[in-house]
């Protein structure tokens, strides 16, 4: 099981930044509370990712799906953007060697290549390398209607269909929602091999289900692990017992210092291969919790700001500001016990004998040394942090660790009294790029748009 020590965010060690026993029981109460509301929902099937937890039939038809294409590809090439996305990612990064030691072409086991946007001249790149070996397209949305994921699935089927011919339907598949949306209907007609995404689970909260399934199980991870992982972590979380659980510390911490002015949320892995978790709780956290409106209603400003760091490499970056710039932070380690080789350092050649002190050890200690050094470094400065300690990175652990933050969010979300589950700001902008793009029923946003175009060119240097 992972571990969550937060003795540097407790006055009693940190002193006056710290929280208090009486804070931190009245916030922890209020988490409960949450909790409580929350294990209700789940009784009742309206929890959507913890649900989704127990649908086997789900697991089982996403393993088959992958194992049809085993032995087969070289190449699975997502396309998909933000929650559709970031738990591939993040599985990717985590369990399988980097991209550069990979030889797809030797090993049984593809590699991972995610279309996460539109830069035309990346995707160019990534396309080049799609097509030069065998590959399988996923297309990942849940609305179907995502204007990044939807130019390139266009994109991406002329492409195909040149290539392959009548062929090109053997090389996609898709994932999204299973009745709703212009995918489902393309699907429908085409007669695509595709998987749903079940209808209560929006994007941010999807990676266990196929969205991020489908292409870990192409890539040979474990899903049962993970899976396993994850409902330990469920079903420990909503035994509601005496002691709080991991999430609801996490969700009373954060929350509980953002009332503070600790407003920006440091993620920062000890461990490369954790970096793109960073990428997939800032989405969570911050598009689940940075709202407007209470549910009630009222205006509330929710949220904190995620921000990525990566130890021990930040430590030569970010960490100054961390350790002496304004008292707005709020440090999440995430800590590796073991990692799968710990490098032994060796003896130092003549001419770097001061190097030596390091002789002995290895880079395993050593990043994990660093971690606590800068973590007590922190604490010296006043400065709150918590670690997160995972015994071991495969598919076990890195579902305990999803599974906790998407509880931990909403949980927050309960706090903060808000709903995590939507994103209502997003939506002008997205309308706005539809009126600027053509797109029928949106003349009138365009016009809108005419005040900042007309008035911009004085404030522009060169005028
Ligand atoms: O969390 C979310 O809901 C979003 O980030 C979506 O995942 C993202 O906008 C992509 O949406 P879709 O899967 O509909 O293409």
């Given at each position: 099981m992972i571990k969550l020590d937060y003795r540097f965010a407790v006055k009693e060690i940190i002193r006056k930044n710290g929280l208090g026993k009486t804070e931190m029981d009245a916030v922890l109460k209020k988490?409960?509370?949450?909790?409580?509301?929350?294990?209700?929902?789940?009784?009742a099937g309206g929890l959507g990712f913890a649900n989704a937890l127990?649908?086997?039939e789900m697991l089982r038809k996403t393993a088959e799906l992958a194992r049809h294409f085993e032995g087969r590809i070289e190449n699975v090439v997502a396309l998909g953007i933000g929650g559709s996305a970031l738990g591939a990612r993040t599985l990717a990064k985590a369990?399988?060697?980097?991209?550069?030691?990979?030889?797809?072409?030797?090993?049984?086991?593809?590699r991972l290549l995610v279309c996460d946007n539109i830069d035309p001249d990346w995707l160019k790149d990534i396309f080049k390398i799609a097509f030069s070996g065998p590959s399988l397209f996923l297309v990942i949305s849940k609305s179907g209607a995502t204007a990044e994921t939807g130019s390139q699935l266009l994109f991406l089927i002329n492409k195909l269909k040149q290539v392959y011919g009548e062929g090109w339907k053997d090389r996609l598949v898709a994932v999204t929602d299973p009745e709703k949306g212009i995918l489902r209907k393309f699907v429908n007609q085409h007669h695509l091999k595709s998987l749903p995404v079940p209808a209560q689970v929006g994007g941010r909260y999807s990676v266990l289900t196929p969205v991020g399934l489908l292409p870990a199980g192409l890539l040979g991870i474990d899903l049962e692990q993970l899976m396993r992982g994850a409902i330990e972590m469920d079903e420990m979380s909503f035994k509601l017992s005496k002691d709080f659980g991991p999430a609801e510390l996490l969700a009373a911490i954060y929350f509980q210092f953002a009332g503070k002015g600790r407003k920006i949320l440091v993620m920062m892995p000890y461990s490369n291969k954790l970096s793109d978790f960073s990428e997939w709780f800032a989405q969570l956290w911050a598009e689940s919790l940075g709202k407007k409106y209470s549910l009630a209603g009222r205006p509330v400003r929710a949220g904190s700001t995620p921000v990525r760091a990566l130890g021990a490499t930040d430590q030569h970056s970010q960490m100054q500001l961390y350790l002496e710039g304004p008292e707005d932070k709020l440090v999440t380690f995430l800590k590796l016990d073991k990692f799968s080789?710990?490098?032994?350092?060796?003896?130092?050649?003549?001419g770097l004998e001061e190097l030596s002190w390091l002789t002995?050890?290895?880079?395993?200690?050593?990043?994990?040394?660093?971690?606590?050094?800068?973590?007590?470094?922190?604490a010296r400065e006043g400065r709150p942090s918590l670690t997160i300690s995972i015994p071991k990175l495969d598919a076990y652990h890195l579902g305990q660790l999803f599974y906790l933050f998407e509880?931990?969010?909403?949980?927050?979300?309960?706090?903060?009294?808000?709903?995590?589950?939507?994103?209502?700001?997003?939506e002008l902008g997205k309308q706005y790029t539809y009126s600027l793009m053509g797109r029928k029923g949106f003349e009138e946003k365009k016009k809108e748009l005419e005040q900042f175009q007309k008035k911009g060119g004085q404030y522009c240097w060169p005028k």
């Open positions: 988490a409960r509370t949450v909790l409580k509301e929350l294990a209700k929902q789940r009784a127990s649908d086997r369990l399988l060697p980097e991209p550069l030691a990979q030889n797809p072409a030797l090993e049984k086991r593809p080789e710990p490098l032994a350092i060796p003896a130092a050649p003549a002995g050890h290895s880079m395993a200690e050593l990043i994990n040394v660093e971690l606590f050094a800068t973590s007590a470094s922190l509880l931990a969010t909403v949980i927050a979300g309960g706090l903060w009294k808000i709903n995590p589950f939507d994103q209502p700001g997003v």
